[in-house]
């Protein structure tokens, strides 16, 4: 029996359709901004597998890092116990992170960094005796697959199955300059009927949505608003974190800071799983009382995992290195000056860029967004040419590993001309 057909026996992929999907592609290494199949093929990786990869596969002072820590020791218990590879990352992390950021909690991944935040908020209003407990999200969000990211995610075919175990929330649409004094008046009716926790929100780019990208000026006023109302503001920089949207986080596009903040995907390389929810101190004050019931309950098995602080501190260097913003002021020029050619195309519905990230919006008969048929078509096509971009439905982006050449990026603008003339 083949790897292949082994894994079509004994595998349940994610965001799969079981009963049409083609036969996963069997990857044997993976190097740079390059993916190596079993036939000798190699792909290249333009989304960064799931936008996790910043500096490319197998970088050797990362792989390097980890191995070192690996016989040093790999994981430890993280409630009565602290290493130094996550007392230095969350150092490290908050020399980058906005000022107000003062306490590093770590999690797993992206939905269990949300999940801290949403509940971080809730016990913090419970700990003040202000039982507050609605949150403000934006419409076409996307924050993760457990419950409470689905809660405060949109509602759509990601969670048409939980409609009925999702808690409520207000969903408002994307700030602009036209519809911010609206949105005021509405979270003021809100708040007089219901209690107010929270505005989470993607700063800047909403990812899973198909890379819909807003100005922040509007973002930054409501940001302000929520603050003198007295709602916690949890920016989800997730996908949005370390470079993406050109600078080191979405928010530092902004003046007004969250008090909460979630990072993953990037944060380790794209080496190893791990989360971080930041916050400002006035949360972490809301848990320092002489009643035990205040303590925040939450912790994983795999909390500040040690491998994975040490593969995130040798991306952190590579990250602060000179030659990785000129990388990324690189590729944002690159793709701006692609935008310029192609923008007009009668195929193009949209096309959009912020930072590294470009993002195609094609021109089809469905109103449908992730499920519709042409992704597909995007897919095979591109892999056929040894590219992996695996589109959000009809939208085709661009989101490289830092280590992509402009050489590169031409081969990959080259194929995109050729697939909108078909």
């Not at 349940?12 to 359709?17: D, G, M, N, V």
């Not at 230095?88 to 590093?104: D, F």
Request: net charge negative; hydrophobic share 40%.
């Amino acid at each position: 029996m083949s790897w292949a057909e082994k894994d079509k026996k004994h595998i349940w992929h994610p965001f799969t359709h079981l009963k049409t999907a083609a036969d996963p592609i069997l990857i044997t290494k993976a190097d740079g901004l390059y993916l190596y199949d079993d036939k000798g093929n190699k792909i290249i990786d333009a989304i960064s597998s799931w936008w996790v990869n910043l500096h490319g596969h197998s970088h050797p002072y990362i792989s390097k890092k980890v191995s070192e820590q690996l016989f040093s020791f790999e994981h430890i218990p993280f409630a009565d116990f602290t290493h130094q590879p996550a007392i230095e990352l969350a150092e490290r992390l908050l020399q980058h992170l906005p000022s107000n950021q003062s306490k590093i909690f770590y999690s797993d991944n992206g939905s269990t960094a949300v999940e801290v935040a949403l509940k971080m908020t809730l016990q913090y209003w419970h700990n003040k005796g202000e039982p507050k407990n609605t949150f403000i999200a934006l419409e076409n969000a996307y924050h993760g697959d457990t419950f409470g990211g689905m809660s405060v995610g949109a509602r759509n075919v990601f969670t048409n199955a939980f409609e009925n175990q999702l808690f409520n929330v207000a969903h408002i649409p994307i700030p602009t300059k036209e519809n911010l004094e609206q949105i005021k008046e509405v979270i003021g009716t809100w708040k007089e009927n219901h209690s107010m926790a929270g505005f989470i929100f993607e700063p800047l780019v909403q990812g899973a949505a198909g890379m819909m990208m807003y100005e922040g000026d509007a973002l930054e006023e409501l940001i302000e608003f929520c603050k003198q109302n007295e709602i916690i503001t949890i920016a989800d920089e997730v996908m949005t974190g370390f470079g993406r949207t050109g600078k080191f986080f979405a928010s530092d596009h902004l003046n007004s800071k969250p008090d909460i903040m979630c990072l993953s995907k990037g944060l380790t390389g794209g080496y190893l799983p791990l989360g971080v929810t930041s916050c400002a101190q006035l949360i972490y004050d809301a848990y320092i009382s002489d009643d035990k019931t205040k303590t925040f309950f939450h912790g994983h098995s795999y909390t500040a995992n040690a491998t994975a602080c040490v593969a995130a501190l040798a991306s952190l260097d590579l990250m602060e290195k000179k030659e990785t913003l000129e990388q990324i002021q690189m590729i944002e020029k690159e793709h701006m000056i692609f935008l310029a050619e192609i923008k007009t195309h009668k195929a193009c519905k949209e096309v959009r860029v912020t930072g590294t990230i470009l993002a195609i919006e094609l021109k089809t008969n469905e109103e449908t967004h992730y499920l519709n048929a042409v992704s597909e078509k995007i897919n095979s096509y591109f892999l056929s040419k040894g590219i992996l971009l695996r589109p959000l439905g009809n939208v085709v982006y661009i989101l490289p590993p830092y280590c992509i050449t402009k050489e590169e990026l031409q081969y990959i603008y080259k194929n995109i001309k050729e697939f909108l003339n078909l």
